[in-house]
Nanobody, 120 residues
Framework: QLQASGGGLVQAGGSLRLSCAASGRAFNSYNMGWFRQAPGQEREFVSVISRSGGSTSYADSVKGRFTISRDNAKNTVYLQMNSLKPEDTAVYFC???????????????WGQGTQVTVSS
């Protein structure tokens, strides 16, 4: 089970930190991802972190602004979002997979999502 939190309303240029707490399985056995979905749009890849945290990847649209990290002792993955833009407005989902994937189809486990709204 994945439980995302930390979303909210922020002005452009501001920051938010999303958290995703995992339970029920061996957290450090999974690569963890973040995806987002804006109204009327398809769900899109944001970032992924490997099991150990040694490898990370980002969508071009967030590179340099977002940072993914994980704490395996706390079964939690984070997404630090800085310099937020109105186009970052979306529901953000955390995901887990045994594969290091950039595709929605690569993730069998999904959290419920947390809303991020960036005002201009």
């Amino acid at each position: 089970q994945l439980q995302a939190s930390g979303g909210g309303l922020v002005q452009a240029g501001g920051s938010l930190r999303l958290s995703c707490a995992a339970s029920g399985r061996a957290f450090n056995s999974y690569n963890m991802g973040w995806f987002r979905q804006a109204p009327g749009q398809e769900r899109e890849f944001v970032s992924v972190i490997s099991r150990s945290g040694g490898s990370t990847s980002y969508a071009d649209s967030v590179k340099g602004r977002f940072t993914i990290s994980r704490d395996n002792a706390k079964n939690t993955v984070y997404l630090q979002m800085n310099s937020l833009k109105p186009e970052d407005t979306a529901v953000y989902f955390c995901t887990a997979s045994s594969t290091y994937s950039f595709r929605v189809s690569g993730y069998p486990y999904w959290g419920q999502g947390t809303q991020v709204t960036v005002s201009s």
